[in-house]
């Protein structure tokens, strides 16, 4: 019993008390690892590093499904073209220009076929007979009065294609500033390259095929500029319009012009020209038969053919243009029409095809053109 009670307990207390202590070392470390992955992790994912690896950030922009990051979010048309740009937003859109001449992708070029209208479009069946297997080669663009909303069904051409209007008024700035917005309107579509102002009671002469070689092939663009010397022309001119444009500049023409879209951004982006226009050419001056053949006389000259490609009557007298009814649609009448201008210069060469279009025709000449538009116009 003496030697039980004489034993050392030292070391038995520390053999048991080690494991204890190395326990309590591990169990810290333990949850010490636990907090700072936990810190970690919300750190990684806050701050936006990927994998737990430091210098690997996300970007914070993600694009939206469906966007692409490459060109094509810059050379895609607009895909709804009732936008909420101001008219000064649009011109300064529309006549961004790449420095750039050559495409660094395949551009297939268009013809904007512009219809500056009242309302509705009566003659739209036979345009769409004239435009039907065509797709890819045209655009279409409709300016009417603010109040008009009717649509066209889906499978229509004109499916959409109207813009954001403002009311025109004839012979007043208003009538060009629509013309200067369906311009800046097919310019935002980088493929339009050929740009064609048309009415609601306009139609076309030949097939869309026809018509396309003759505006492509062509090295200027179609817009009458004559100088008229009578009161009609230089009887018209104020001369506070110079020095900007003095009256050897002074020109006329015809409302209805076909431009390339080197013409067509000039038009848009002036500012010159149309705040002198709009303050001295008011009735009886007629801007919309002056503004543009004087300011591209001024400027490209030598690119103009000076000339329109659609036909009108004038020969009733008056100050519009004969409009023709369903009785006057006959072979004969057409055959009249196209003979017309007789012989016309294209490229440096004598041809008889000088117009593309015709005007005015009315409502009730839709059914006999849709009869007669296979064997007059080849569609």
């Known amino acids: 019993m003496a030697i039980e009670e004489g034993k050392d307990p030292g070391p038995v207390t520390r053999t048991r008390g080690l494991p204890v202590r190395l326990l309590l070392i591990l169990l810290m470390f333990l949850v010490l690892c636990v907090v700072f992955s936990f810190i970690s992790l919300?750190?990684?994912?806050?701050?936006?590093?990927?994998?737990?690896v430091a210098g690997v950030i996300k970007p914070s922009y993600e694009p939206c499904i469906g966007e692409s990051s490459g060109l094509d979010q810059w050379i895609r048309p607009p895909s709804n073209l009732m936008h909420t740009m101001s008219d000064e937003e649009l011109i300064w859109r529309a006549t961004l220009v790449p420095g750039i001449r050559k495409y660094p992708f395949k551009r297939n070029p268009k013809v904007a076929f512009m219809f500056l209208t009242k309302g509705p479009l009566p003659l739209a069946p036979l345009w769409e007979r004239f435009f039907k297997g065509?797709?890819?080669?045209?655009?279409?663009?409709?300016?009417?009065?603010?109040?008009?909303?009717k649509e066209f069904p889906p499978s229509s051409v004109f499916y959409k294609r109207h813009i954001p209007s403002k009311v025109a008024e004839w012979g007043r700035m208003s009538m060009c500033d629509a013309e200067r917005r369906l311009l800046a309107n097919a310019l935002l579509d980088i493929s339009n390259e050929w740009f064609i102002l048309l009415s609601e009671s306009c139609i076309p002469l030949?097939?869309?095929?026809?018509?396309?070689?003759?505006?492509?092939?062509?090295?200027?663009?179609?817009?009458?500029?004559f100088d008229d010397t009578g009161p009609y022309g230089r009887g018209r001119y104020n001369g506070s319009m110079a020095p900007e444009v003095n009256i050897t500049d002074w020109r006329k023409g015809s409302q209805w012009f076909e431009l390339n879209r080197r013409l067509a951004i000039q038009i848009v982006e002036d500012t010159t020209y149309h705040q002198k226009?709009?303050?001295?050419?008011?009735?009886?001056?007629?801007?919309?038969?002056?503004y543009f053949p004087t300011m591209?006389?001024?400027?490209?000259?030598?690119?103009?053919?000076?000339?329109?490609?659609?036909?009108?009557?004038?020969?009733?007298?008056?100050?519009?243009?004969?409009?023709?009814?369903?009785?006057?649609?006959?072979?004969?009448?057409?055959?009249?029409?196209?003979?017309?201008?007789?012989?016309?210069?294209?490229?440096?060469?004598?041809?008889?095809?000088?117009?593309?279009?015709?005007?005015?025709?009315?409502?009730?000449?839709?059914e006999p053109l849709l009869q007669l538009a296979t064997e007059v116009f080849s569609f």
């Open 277 to 290: 226009f709009e303050a001295f050419c008011k009735p009886a001056c007629y801007v919309d038969e002056h």
């Open 206 to 225: 030949y097939n869309f095929s026809i018509t396309l070689n003759y505006i492509t092939n062509s090295k200027y663009s179609f817009m009458g500029a």
């Open 42 to 52: 919300n750190t990684f994912r806050r701050f936006g590093f990927d994998g737990g």
């Open 296 to 366: 591209l006389t001024i400027q490209a000259a030598n690119v103009l053919a000076n000339r329109s490609i659609t036909w009108v009557d004038w020969s009733r007298g008056g100050s519009h243009p004969a409009t023709f009814g369903k009785g006057d649609i006959t072979v004969e009448f057409f055959k009249k029409v196209r003979e017309s201008g007789k012989i016309c210069d294209y490229n440096g060469r004598n041809t008889t095809i000088c117009y593309l279009f015709a005007r005015k025709f009315a409502p009730s000449t839709l």
């Open 134 to 149: 065509h797709k890819g080669r045209f655009s279409i663009y409709v300016h009417s009065m603010p109040s008009y909303n």
